[in-house]
């Protein structure tokens, strides 16, 4: 659909554009019509500004209205003159302006910071005992994916690394519909029932008169709703343990939470929870660090996982599910139907059945990841859902919410959320309908069109025919009450050095708080959990005594210890997908950096070199090594582990130099190795950095690697006087 233009205000010292060929890959009608662009080697265009600069030659698509209308002027209005009024006349003008004031939809309520990527999930056990699903009975089959992590509190344009609970959101595109598993890296919830959901939000957000603080959860109205919710301690001591400063995205845990149940071809029902593990296993941050990393890189979990699956380090998960009965679940010494408790591992053991891999970043960011609209209710033949009062309001919620944000009913037509298998029905209209529905036949039953869609009993979804019979009310059952044993579990479940982060995240937070009598109540209900807790929590405070106890529906029992919980232990001792800074300066060894940087690639990790300059700087062998960060922009909590090669000279000249000193510093505090040379020494001492099996000599890469594979947890007595 070649066309000849002409052009009646080109500006000055520009071509006018040539007749245009018709594009070979694209459909009619799309952007493919192709234009040339400027010749590089014709006369430059100078200009004022107002003229175009770009130099790229070659041929591009034709620049066009939403109409078809091929633009001729992409730089200028049209107006009465050269200095003369802009005309309302100029289409072009308020179209593209108009179009750009709607750029941005309502951001999510909740989860609005996020990032995702699309990948597989491939069954390599089968379910068929327990499921007719066929996304958990066909073993080896993959299954596209796309899947969003988020965090919870803050503004779409938040940082990524606050505290705060991470959501977990997978889309399964099955061949019998999508299936959303929709959930967070903590395996329970602040509240037993979705009627509190508004409210535990409002509190943690921002604060309505002041508009502060953004993503965090260390305020007074946060704490005045936990202070007066008991049910929310177990989440408490999840959400105030390392599990809430994740290193990565692609090192947490992911936890359907509620019970669900799986349903065999004959119906019957078995409940399951559902676990995604890293293959990474899991890695946090110390606080200290996170809040570095805060100032470093407002994206660095983003750009992360960005980065490795650019790279090639595709992140995976195991999924592993727990499966039990209904009687099986009448021995529990809690209700599995509430939502803020676990099912120990002791009581029912986690089985793998399969995983995921994330391989392909989206293509656009809005297009994809702002778009996607998860649902726990979109669940398909062989999955139905339990009677958990949290889970039955979210059944509500993600629809209606996606009205709005999405702006109505056809939100499922948009690519990335329509099912990958064929769908129809006789839903019609609404706002942006994309499908052009043909015929007369738009209900059912009718019989005018052989070919409508019908309903099919063997293959379409059937409920569990539940028998539940009871008094109406607005009630919790007596089965709820217990509030304090899994909490005091999961604290008595931790080791050492994550017990003390606990105790310190809640003093830092309650520090924050202003009003006394919501700091007395929360440190009250940590009695329950565990006296000693209380008492470090009120020390560190600058409390007289620890505040009483509130009422306890049902006094805490001691339950066994649930090892699950914990971070250390459950880490992979690994540089796998992992990154190692450098930091060289002028006359750095030369022989030493390539050993490292060797048995850093080696052991899977990325290397990245750092240096006061980023055009680098000239190593001992006299060769010029580049850098990929400058070191006042690149500090070290963005590193896994570190090496510091200095000349002599170097090394004293940087030990006067505070991002050098904080390089090294910060390494040292956030528990991560360090290898040196002589010539780094200065810089050390300077950086206070002490001595433990994290610090070792350059020249032994073997050493590095084995030290940088895990956290220094035995320095951490040496570095905080923890509450
Ligand atoms: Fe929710 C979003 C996870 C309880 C109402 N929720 C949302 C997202 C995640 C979760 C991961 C972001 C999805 C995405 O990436 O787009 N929500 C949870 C978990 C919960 C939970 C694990 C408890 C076990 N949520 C919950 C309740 C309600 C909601 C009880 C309301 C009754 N959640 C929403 C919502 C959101 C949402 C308002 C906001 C944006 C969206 O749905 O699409 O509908």
Not at 4 to 27: L, M, S, W
Not at 464 to 474: C, E, L
């Given at each position: 659909?070649?066309?000849?233009?002409?052009?009646?205000?080109?500006?000055?010292?520009?071509?006018?554009?040539?007749?245009?060929?018709?594009?070979?890959?694209?459909?009619?009608?799309?952007v493919?019509?192709?234009?040339?662009?400027?010749?590089?080697?014709?006369?430059?265009?100078?200009?004022?500004?107002?003229?175009?600069?770009?130099?790229?030659?070659?041929?591009?698509?034709?620049?066009?209205?939403?109409?078809?209308?091929?633009?001729?002027?992409?730089?200028?209005?049209?107006?009465?003159?050269?200095?003369?009024?802009?005309?309302?006349?100029?289409?072009?003008?308020?179209?593209?302006?108009?179009h750009?004031?709607?750029?941005?939809?309502?951001?999510?309520?909740?989860?609005?910071?996020?990032?995702?990527?699309?990948?597989y999930?491939?069954?390599n056990?089968?379910?068929?005992?327990?499921?007719?699903?066929?996304?958990?009975?066909?073993?080896?089959?993959?299954?596209?994916?796309?899947?969003?992590?988020?965090?919870?509190?803050?503004?779409?344009?938040?940082?990524?690394?606050p505290?705060?609970?991470?959501?977990?959101?997978?889309k399964?595109?099955t061949?019998?519909?999508?299936?959303?598993?929709?959930?967070?890296?903590?395996?329970?919830?602040?509240i037993?029932?979705?009627?509190?959901?508004?409210?535990?939000?409002?509190?943690?957000?921002?604060?309505?008169?002041?508009?502060?603080?953004?993503?965090?959860?260390?305020?007074?109205?946060?704490?005045?709703?936990?202070?007066?919710?008991?049910?929310?301690?177990?989440?408490?001591?999840?959400?105030?343990?390392?599990r809430?400063?994740?290193?990565?995205?692609?090192?947490?845990?992911?936890?359907?939470i509620?019970?669900?149940?799986?349903?065999?071809?004959?119906?019957?029902?078995?409940?399951?929870?559902?676990?995604?593990?890293?293959?990474?296993?899991?890695?946090?941050?110390?606080?200290?660090?996170?809040?570095?990393?805060?100032?470093?890189?407002?994206?660095?979990?983003?750009?992360?996982?960005?980065?490795?699956?650019?790279?090639?380090?595709?992140?995976?998960w195991?999924?592993?599910?727990q499966?039990?009965?209904?009687?099986?679940?009448?021995?529990?010494?809690?209700?599995?139907?509430?939502?803020?408790?676990?099912?120990?591992?002791?009581?029912?053991?986690?089985?793998?059945?399969?995983?995921?891999?994330?391989?392909r970043?989206?293509?656009?960011?809005?297009?994809?990841?702002?778009?996607?609209?998860?649902?726990?209710?979109?669940?398909?033949?062989?999955?139905?859902?339990?009677?958990?009062?949290?889970?039955?309001?979210?059944?509500?919620?993600?629809?209606?919410?996606?009205?709005?944000?999405?702006?109505?009913?056809?939100?499922?037509?948009?690519?990335?959320?329509?099912?990958?298998?064929?769908?129809?029905?006789?839903?019609?209209?609404?706002?942006?309908?994309?499908?052009?529905?043909?015929?007369?036949?738009?209900?059912?039953?009718?019989?005018?069109?052989?070919?409508?869609?019908?309903?099919?009993?063997?293959?379409?979804?059937?409920?569990?025919?539940?028998?539940?019979?009871?008094?109406?009310?607005?009630?919790?059952?007596?089965?709820?009450?217990?509030?304090?044993?899994?909490?005091?579990?999961?604290?008595?479940?931790?080791?050492?050095p994550?017990?003390?982060?606990?105790?310190?995240?809640?003093v830092?937070?309650?520090?924050?708080?202003?009003?006394?009598?919501?700091?007395?109540?929360?440190?009250?209900?940590?009695?329950?959990?565990?006296?000693?807790?209380?008492?470090?929590?009120?020390?560190?405070?600058?409390?007289?005594s620890?505040?009483?106890?509130?009422?306890?529906a049902v006094?805490?029992?001691?339950?066994?210890?649930?090892?699950?919980?914990?971070?250390?232990?459950?880490?992979?001792?690994?540089l796998?997908?992992?990154?190692?800074?450098?930091?060289?300066?002028?006359?750095?060894?030369?022989?030493?950096?390539?050993?490292?940087?060797?048995?850093?690639?080696?052991?899977?990790?990325?290397?990245k070199i750092?240096?006061?300059?980023?055009?680098?700087?000239?190593l001992?062998?006299?060769?010029?090594?580049?850098?990929?960060?400058?070191?006042?922009?690149?500090?070290?909590?963005?590193?896994?582990?570190?090496?510091?090669?200095?000349?002599?000279?170097?090394?004293?000249k940087?030990?006067?130099?505070?991002?050098?000193?904080?390089?090294?510093?910060?390494?040292?505090?956030?528990?991560?190795?360090i290898?040196?040379?002589?010539g780094?020494?200065?810089?050390?001492?300077?950086?206070?950095?002490?001595?433990?099996?994290?610090?070792?000599?350059?020249?032994?890469?073997?050493?590095?690697?084995?030290?940088?594979?895990?956290?220094?947890?035995?320095?951490?007595?040496?570095?905080?006087?923890?509450?």
């Amino acid at each position: 659909m070649a066309r000849a233009k002409t052009p009646t205000a080109t500006p000055p010292g520009r071509q006018p554009p040539r007749d245009a060929k018709p594009a070979q890959d694209k459909p009619a009608g799309s952007v493919g019509r192709r234009a040339q662009g400027p010749d590089p080697d014709a006369d430059a265009p100078r200009g004022h500004g107002g003229e175009l600069q770009q130099q790229a030659g070659g041929e591009h698509p034709q620049l066009t209205t939403n109409q078809g209308v091929v633009i001729a002027d992409n730089q200028n209005s049209l107006k009465q003159g050269p200095r003369g009024p802009t005309l309302l006349e100029d289409f072009i003008l308020r179209e593209k302006i108009t179009h750009f004031d709607h750029e941005r939809i309502p951001e999510r309520i909740v989860h609005a910071r996020g990032s995702a990527a699309h990948g597989y999930f491939e069954l390599n056990t089968s379910l068929a005992k327990y499921t007719r699903a066929k996304i958990f009975t066909e073993v080896g089959k993959r299954t596209p994916v796309f899947t969003r992590f988020s965090t919870v509190a803050g503004g779409a344009g938040s940082v990524d690394t606050p505290r705060d609970v991470r959501g977990f959101a997978v889309k399964f595109y099955t061949e019998e519909g999508n299936f959303d598993l929709v959930g967070n890296n903590i395996p329970v919830f602040f509240i037993q029932d979705a009627m509190k959901f508004p409210d535990v939000v409002h509190s943690v957000k921002m604060e309505p008169d002041r508009a502060f603080p953004q993503a965090a959860s260390a305020h007074d109205t946060f704490w005045d709703f936990i202070s007066l919710t008991p049910e929310s301690m177990h989440m408490i001591m999840w959400a105030m343990s390392d599990r809430t400063i994740p290193r990565s995205l692609r090192t947490i845990e992911g936890f359907g939470i509620h019970s669900f149940r799986f349903l065999d071809e004959q119906g019957n029902s078995t409940f399951v929870k559902f676990h995604w593990r890293p293959k990474l296993g899991i890695q946090s941050t110390v606080w200290d660090e996170a809040l570095k990393l805060q100032a470093a890189d407002n994206d660095f979990h983003r750009r992360d996982l960005f980065e490795n699956i650019q790279a090639g380090n595709f992140p995976e998960w195991e999924l592993g599910v727990q499966l039990f009965t209904e009687e099986e679940a009448d021995q529990f010494p809690f209700d599995h139907l509430d939502p803020t408790k676990i099912v120990p591992e002791s009581l029912v053991p986690v089985q793998i059945i399969g995983r995921m891999v994330l391989d392909r970043w989206p293509d656009n960011f809005f297009a994809e990841t702002e778009q996607v609209a998860y649902c726990p209710a979109n669940i398909v033949p062989g999955i139905d859902f339990s009677n958990d009062p949290l889970l039955q309001g979210r059944l509500f919620s993600y629809l209606d919410t996606q009205l709005s944000r999405l702006g109505g009913p056809n939100f499922h037509q948009l690519p990335i959320n329509q099912p990958k298998c064929p769908f129809a029905n006789h839903q019609r209209d609404g706002h942006m309908q994309m499908q052009v529905h043909k015929g007369r036949v738009n209900y059912e039953p009718s019989s005018l069109d052989g070919d409508s869609p019908r309903a099919d009993q063997r293959a379409g979804f059937r409920s569990h025919a539940t028998v539940d019979d009871g008094v109406k009310g607005r009630v919790r059952p007596e089965s709820f009450a217990d509030h304090y044993s899994q909490a005091r579990m999961f604290f008595r479940s931790l080791e050492a050095p994550e017990q003390a982060h606990l105790a310190s995240a809640l003093v830092f937070e309650l520090s924050k708080v202003e009003t006394p009598k919501v700091r007395e109540r929360t440190v009250g209900h940590l009695v329950h959990i565990d006296p000693s807790l209380a008492q470090r929590v009120a020390d560190g405070l600058g409390m007289d005594s620890v505040p009483p106890a509130p009422d306890a529906a049902v006094p805490p029992a001691d339950m066994p210890e649930a090892p699950e919980v914990r971070i250390i232990g459950r880490m992979r001792e690994t540089l796998e997908h992992r990154t190692v800074g450098i930091l060289i300066d002028e006359g750095s060894g030369a022989a030493a950096l390539k050993a490292l940087r060797k048995a850093a690639e080696a052991a899977g990790a990325t290397v990245k070199i750092v240096a006061p300059k980023l055009g680098g700087a000239v190593l001992s062998d006299g060769k010029k090594q580049p850098a990929d960060g400058q070191l006042a922009g690149t500090p070290s909590v963005v590193f896994d582990a570190v090496a510091v090669l200095l000349s002599e000279d170097a090394g004293r000249k940087l030990s006067k130099e505070s991002a050098a000193v904080d390089f090294v510093a910060f390494a040292w505090a956030h528990l991560k190795a360090i290898a040196h040379d002589a010539g780094a020494a200065p810089l050390l001492e300077a950086g206070n950095v002490g001595k433990d099996a994290g610090i070792v000599d350059a020249a032994d890469p073997k050493a590095f690697i084995a030290a940088a594979k895990t956290r220094q947890w035995a320095r951490e007595p040496k570095l905080r006087t923890l509450a």
